[in-house]
């Protein structure tokens, strides 16, 4: 006899960030979410991004009040939610008279200073850069800057936080399992889910299915829900890069290139930089999206511009490329097209279709409380907005003071070393006392795989984080690709996959 489908309120396709946004948002209203995510959460564009929560100053050339000043808000409301995975970064903007006037750079930054919700970040500084540190890696014929606050993000962690924080709530998460199909049925959908790895299938009846595939929601409509939009995405690839770090300091710098563009040159994972990023039509399947010679060629010229330190390609250590699903407003240029996000809701037989098209990493939140209010007709019973005020999975830190909390931490356990303190501290927050689970001194931590690498992290990536493949582990829940050997990575693959965590995961 077939089961009975499991009856659920809201279907959420996608585990990037907006997908894993609106199931905690949805659970914590009080309703019963299914995420479902094909991959590994954030796969798709959700950890390819630059990494930053910002406003984004260039938007305002394109007069994007609202979008801007929603995100410039959402800066403070995270930086207070999650203090261990994001934090403030002072961004060094050299003058370059050719490209814009300093007057318009100069009104830019005052209405970013001044557009909303800044509380804590520091403004805007004018610099001599003949004088001033921050001007020492510069060539000379640079004179003058500007300095202004946006905040770093650990993207990939981020998304993770929130499939914690929607299985806290009461959602199921499911990762590696496709929404082969959703068919609307006597007012509600009947959705199916088949896992890759085993072909497994799954049956959910649902009041209501949100689409938040990014790159793929057209795919979605058209070949998941058999439903229609007028609405379509536009694909534009972004590439980054990754160097050594070469100039001192935790500044980062924000470049313009000759086409007007702005390059981001960002310190990283300590003594490395990320250097993004190029906007570039795509009409090939996103999965395939990957990095140009051309692309490495535009970010190193833009680089060699204006540092006195020349990169060559034989400097780039990795590199990475995601796909923006931006919402198509018909502008040419890919530079151009909005940023901002667009809803498209469904309503066709009481069984309601949200697709989500455009959203940035920074105004997950805010698309997700937005999103819940559009289905307030749909579930009235549900609950009122709630994640303004509320720490995700590891933020519950006093005063959102990282610091004070650090030191705490090293207090607590004095046995080990500083480096992998901060490394627990900044991935896991409040949450390191489960990683370590009890562990009196680095034995307690079990095997070691180079790096801040212990096999506790690894277990408890598989236990609370959905983890299951190595890759899951060095690329996405941490960044230890970036600082293990080939041959320790090589190492610690052929232990998971020999460890009892491959069949528990
Ligand atoms: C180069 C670049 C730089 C960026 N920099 C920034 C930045 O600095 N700051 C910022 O705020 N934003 C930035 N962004 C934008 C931001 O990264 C994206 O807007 C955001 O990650 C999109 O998230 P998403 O959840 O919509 O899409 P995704 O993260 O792609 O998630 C969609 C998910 O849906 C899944 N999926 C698709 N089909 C199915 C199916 N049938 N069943 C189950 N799952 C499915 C996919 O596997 C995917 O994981 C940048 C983007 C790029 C490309």
């Known amino acids: 006899m077939t089961p009975e489908p499991d009856m659920i309120d809201l279907f959420v396709i996608g585990g990037g960030i907006n997908g894993a946004g609106v199931a905690r948002d949805a659970a914590g209203r009080g309703l019963k979410v299914v995420l479902c995510e094909k991959d590994d959460l954030a796969q798709g564009t959700s950890s390819r991004s630059g990494k930053l929560v910002h406003g984004g100053l260039r938007y305002l050339e394109y007069y994007e009040f609202r979008l801007v000043r929603e995100a410039l808000i959402e800066r403070e409301v995270l930086l207070r939610a999650a203090p261990h995975i994001i934090w403030p970064m002072r961004f060094v903007l050299p003058h370059s008279p050719q490209d814009r006037p300093a007057w318009l750079v100069r009104l830019g930054l005052f209405l970013y200073d001044h557009l909303g919700g800044r509380k804590t970040l520091p403004g805007t500084r004018t610099l001599d850069l003949r004088r001033d540190p921050e001007g020492a890696p510069l060539l000379d014929q640079y004179h003058k800057g500007f300095e202004y606050s946006d905040c770093w993000v650990d993207d990939a962690r981020l998304v993770v936080l929130n499939a914690v924080g929607a299985a806290e709530k009461g959602a199921t998460v499911l990762t590696r399992t496709a929404c082969a199909s959703a068919r609307r049925e006597n007012g509600a959908w009947t959705v199916q889910t088949r896992s890759i790895a085993t072909g497994e299938t799954r049956v959910f009846r649902a009041r209501c299915v949100v689409n938040c595939a990014g790159p793929w929601v057209s795919d979605v409509i058209n ?141 997950f939140r805010e698309l997700a409380e937005r999103g819940m209010r559009k289905l307030r007709g749909v579930f009235p019973q549900m609950g009122g907005d709630w994640t303004d005020e509320a720490p995700l999975p590891g933020g519950e830190i006093a005063n959102a003071d990282f610091e004070s909390f650090l030191n705490l931490l090293r207090e607590l356990h004095p046995w080990m070393p500083r480096p992998l303190v901060v490394h627990y501290a900044r991935l896991y927050g409040a949450r390191t006392k489960d990683v370590v689970a009890g562990a009196m001194n680095m034995a307690g931590l079990g095997r070691h795989f180079g790096g ?26 941490t960044k230890h690709y970036l600082h293990l050997t080939p041959a320790e990575q090589r190492a610690f693959a052929d232990w998971f996959t020999r460890s009892d965590l491959a069949q528990a995961a």
């Open 452 to 477: 801040t690498l212990y096999e506790a992290e690894a277990r408890y990536l598989v236990a609370r984080e959905w983890a299951q493949t190595p890759e899951d582990i060095l690329m996405r829940r």
């Open 223 to 363: 070949n998941v829900t058999g439903a229609n939009s007028a609405r379509k995405v536009r694909l534009v690839k972004g590439s980054h890069i990754i160097v050594p770090k070469w100039w001192s300091g935790q500044q980062a710098y924000l470049v313009q290139n000759h086409d007007k563009r702005v390059i981001f040159i960002n310190p990283y994972e300590g003594d490395l930089a990320l250097i993004g990023t190029t906007d570039i039509p795509w009409d090939d399947r996103a999965e395939d999206v990957a990095i140009s010679d051309a692309e490495v060629d535009y970010l190193l010229a833009a680089v060699n511009r204006y540092f006195k330190e020349k990169l060559r390609p034989s400097d780039v250590l990795h590199s990475y490329s995601g796909v923006r699903p931006l919402f198509d407003d018909g502008q040419g240029n890919p530079s151009a097209v909005t940023r901002d996000y667009v809803f498209d809701l469904d309503a066709t037989g009481g069984a309601p279709l949200l697709n989500v098209f455009g959203g940035k990493i920074t105004t």
